[in-house]
Nanobody, 123 residues
């Protein structure tokens, strides 16, 4: 099972971008999706998540500007970044947890990361 991230790019302050992530593979299920970001010289930071129940959570600095949605049928998650600020500039990473079935028919937990996608906000 792997995650493929897409989206991001360069935008001016106040603009909008989307970053998406798609899980692919065989015999797996996703419970919760997470988005993290890492700015140059800083630690990776949790940004938002959407749980299997549909409940969403955001860090204070993006609440009201970012939204998140998921498509369970397509195993995708999208983070909508609105009213972007220069401090939102970072590499954004998606992460998912869930489970998968091995070739021996055993259930195993799943915790996977996508490659990052760059979001750059110019002032």
């Amino acid at each position: 099972v792997q995650l493929q991230a897409s989206g991001g790019g360069l935008v001016q302050t106040g603009g909008s971008l989307t970053v998406s992530c798609e899980a692919s593979g065989n015999d797996f299920s996703i419970n919760n999706w997470y988005w993290y970001r890492q700015a140059p010289g800083k630690l990776r930071q949790a940004v938002a998540n959407i749980l299997s129940s549909g409940v969403t959570n955001f860090i204070a600095s993006v609440r009201g500007r970012f939204t998140i949605s998921r498509d369970n049928a397509k195993n995708t998650v999208t983070l909508f970044l609105n009213n972007l600020k220069p401090e939102d500039t970072a590499v954004y990473y998606c992460n998912a947890d869930g489970g998968y079935i091995t070739s021996e028919g055993q259930h195993r937990p799943l915790d996977i990361w996508g490659k990052g996608t760059q979001v750059t906000v110019s002032s």
